[in-house]
């Protein structure tokens, strides 16, 4: 099964600062990869999702998420991040199963 | 995206008692999932279903069990309650899609404390 490594545990910004979280998976072949959030309190939501075609991806909220193939990365980002954007966000790769992320904590301060 | 419900949310329990923690989605997805989760870690695969009468252990070892009698309920039971199993236990579902294109969604969770 894939490894998936998160770069930061815990990165805490200003509002308006933009925001880009690292993931890597540890080895090429098909994959399908997704973004998860969870909010405070809140269960885990589907941010975007990559299975094939152009390689950046948008999603919700403002998020986007690039897949570099040969870096085997698939890196998430806002240009400008909200207090409301304060969660934490969960990098996930699918081959035969999902393998999770240790996620990231997003603090954002007003 | 799938309406997944996880009873209870919340559980604190003595060693050795028998829990079940309920799972149940509305969408008719065929595979669910049971995930367990500690704080700051990674999800951990620890049951999976690809539906009815359907159940496989996951990546994880766990001493749970699962039943899949109807699709739309998937509950895993703990016959003796330890310390050890103390954690968060989330549930998910996915929609039908090809081999590794199946997005999972998720239940808000059951937080476990055994005492």
């Known amino acids: 099964a894939q490894s998936v490594s998160q770069h930061n545990h815990h990165v805490i910004l200003s509002e308006a600062a933009s925001l880009e979280l690292g993931c890597n998976y540890s080895?090429?072949?098909?994959?399908?990869l997704f973004w998860y959030v969870q909010y405070p309190g809140q269960h885990l939501q589907l941010l975007l999702k990559y299975f094939s075609g152009d390689p950046l991806v948008k999603g919700i909220k403002g998020f986007e998420a690039e897949f570099i193939k040969s870096k085997f990365s698939f890196n998430l980002r806002k240009p400008s991040v909200q207090w409301s954007d304060t969660a934490e966000y969960f990098c996930a790769v699918m081959d035969y199963k999902l393998s999770f992320g240790a996620g990231t904590t997003v603090t954002v301060r007003a | 995206e799938a309406d997944i419900y996880q009873t209870p949310r919340y559980l604190v329990i003595g060693t050795g008692k028998k829990i079940t923690l309920e799972c149940s989605q509305t969408?008719?997805?065929?595979?669910m999932y049971w995930y367990q989760q500690d704080p700051g870690m990674e999800l951990h695969l620890i049951h999976y279903s690809y539906g009815v009468n359907s159940t496989e252990k996951g990546d994880l070892s766990s001493e749970s069990t699962v039943s899949r009698i109807r699709t739309e309920h998937f509950p895993l039971t703990l016959e003796s309650a330890r310390p050890s199993h103390t954690s968060q236990y989330l549930c998910?579902?996915?929609?039908?899609?090809?081999?590794?294109?199946?997005?999972?969604?998720f239940g808000p969770g059951t937080r476990l404390l055994v005492l």
């Open positions: 080895y090429g072949g098909t994959v399908n």
């Open positions: 998910a579902s996915s929609e039908p899609g090809t081999s590794g294109r199946e997005t999972q969604y």
């Open positions: 969408m008719g997805h065929d595979k």
